[in-house]
């Protein structure tokens, strides 16, 4: 499997960093787009930075580049996730505003019926924000909040992260290994 992983500016690099981790466990072929705004985060958050999510991929492109292979939907990929998506990204890709590597490659996702997550780290939820949600949707995102679940009762962050990271991969088919289900045995 290939996907597309593309990280913006968003509060929430730690995900992006977990979900590189469970790819490249898994043995996905990796395309990683960082957002300006990503970088403009990982400064300012003090958590991972880009050399660490660089170093998962299994190619990084830069956001730019809008003639990299993964900005043609003859370029096959099982899809693509944001992770995290900033509101900012979230509305251009509702809006079909494809002005850098990130928004080109999901709408190049969506207008190949590919699969689409965005997974958004922020609160509250603005009006303008819940219909950007809604227009993504409608165009065949599939829109998820950052939001762990406490069933599994986790003890470390990385425990949280990991089960985000699970239920976005559940949307591609993949298992990522150690994630507790809801009754499932252990």
Same mark, same amino acid.
């Given at each position: 499997?290939?996907?597309?992983?593309?990280?913006?500016?968003?509060?929430? %690099?730690?995900?992006?960093?977990?979900?590189?981790?469970? +790819?490249?466990?898994?043995?996905?072929?990796?395309?990683?787009?960082?957002?300006?705004?990503?970088?403009?985060?990982?400064?300012?958050? $003090? $958590?991972?930075?880009?050399?660490?999510?660089?170093?998962?991929?299994?190619?990084?492109?830069?956001?730019?580049?809008?003639?990299?292979? %993964?900005?043609? $939907?003859?370029?096959?990929?099982?899809?693509?996730?944001?992770?995290?998506?900033?509101?900012?990204?979230?509305?251009? %890709?509702?809006?079909? &505003?494809?002005?850098?590597?990130?928004? =080109?490659?999901?709408?190049?996702? +969506?207008?190949?019926?590919?699969?689409?997550?965005?997974?958004?780290?922020?609160?509250?939820?603005? =009006?303008?924000? +819940?219909?950007?949600?809604? =227009?993504?949707?409608?165009?065949?995102?599939?829109?998820?909040?950052?939001?762990?679940? &406490?069933?599994?009762?986790?003890?470390?962050?990385?425990?949280?992260?990991? &089960?985000?990271?699970? =239920?976005?991969?559940?949307?591609?088919?993949?298992?990522?290994?150690?994630?507790?289900?809801?009754?499932?045995?252990?």
């Amino acid at each position: 499997m290939r996907l597309v992983v593309g990280v913006s500016g968003g509060s929430g %690099i730690p995900y992006a960093l977990n979900v590189l981790q469970a +790819l490249h466990t898994l043995d996905v072929e990796t395309h990683l787009v960082v957002s300006s705004g990503a970088r403009r985060v990982m400064s300012a958050e $003090g $958590g991972p930075q880009e050399t660490e999510l660089r170093a998962l991929a299994t190619h990084v492109h830069d956001d730019r580049d809008l003639a990299a292979s %993964i900005a043609s $939907g003859s370029y096959r990929t099982g899809g693509m996730l944001v992770v995290p998506c900033s509101a900012g990204t979230l509305a251009k %890709i509702a809006g079909g &505003f494809a002005d850098n590597l990130l928004s =080109r490659a999901a709408h190049v996702t +969506l207008k190949e019926r590919r699969r689409l997550v965005l997974a958004l780290r922020e609160d509250p939820l603005p =009006r303008p924000m +819940l219909e950007n949600m809604l =227009r993504a949707h409608d165009a065949g995102a599939t829109v998820m909040t950052a939001s762990p679940g &406490f069933y599994h009762a986790p003890k470390t962050v990385d425990e949280l992260l990991h &089960f985000v990271t699970a =239920r976005m991969l559940d949307q591609f088919g993949l298992d990522v290994p150690g994630f507790q289900r809801w009754k499932e045995p252990t």
